[in-house]
């Protein structure tokens, strides 16, 4: 079982920026395939950001609409994933969710909710005009 907590969420303008943190549970940690996920109210949970590893390389991908923006990575040492966002608009406000998967993701497996086994409680973002 692992375990995921997200941080880092907030009230930022436009042009702000936050650093979202995801602590995970888990010995296998840097195995995992880590994504980003965002749903805002009346919408369903959309992908952000993944980092994957195939073994022997490490692989990042993102939403189209946050490319140049956000970067994910992950310190394997703290167990933890990181989404840092730029740039922030008023369309990225939502509720961030992290999660996992101890399957090695192909990049569309990676961007789709049914891709990970294992989901964190969220982080709100909001971010004013």
């Known amino acids: 079982q692992v375990q995921l907590v997200e941080s880092g969420g907030g009230l930022v303008q436009a042009g702000g920026s936050l650093r979202l943190s995801c602590a995970a549970s888990?010995?296998?940690?840097?195995?995992?395939?880590m994504g980003w996920f965002h749903q805002a109210p009346g919408k369903e949970r959309e992908f952000v950001a993944a980092i994957t590893w195939s073994g022997i390389f490490t692989y990042t991908y993102y939403a189209d609409s946050v490319k140049g923006r956000f970067t994910i990575s992950r310190d394997n040492a703290k167990n933890t994933v990181y989404l840092q966002t730029n740039s922030l608009k008023p369309e990225d406000t939502a509720v961030y969710y992290c999660?996992?998967?101890?399957?090695?993701?192909?990049?569309?497996?990676?961007?789709?909710?049914?891709?990970?086994?294992?989901w964190g409680q969220g982080t709100q973002v909001t971010v004013s005009s």
């Open positions: 888990g010995r296998t940690f840097s195995r995992y395939a």
């Open positions: 999660a996992a998967s101890e399957k090695i993701l192909s990049k569309p497996e990676a961007s789709t909710t049914r891709g990970y086994d294992y």
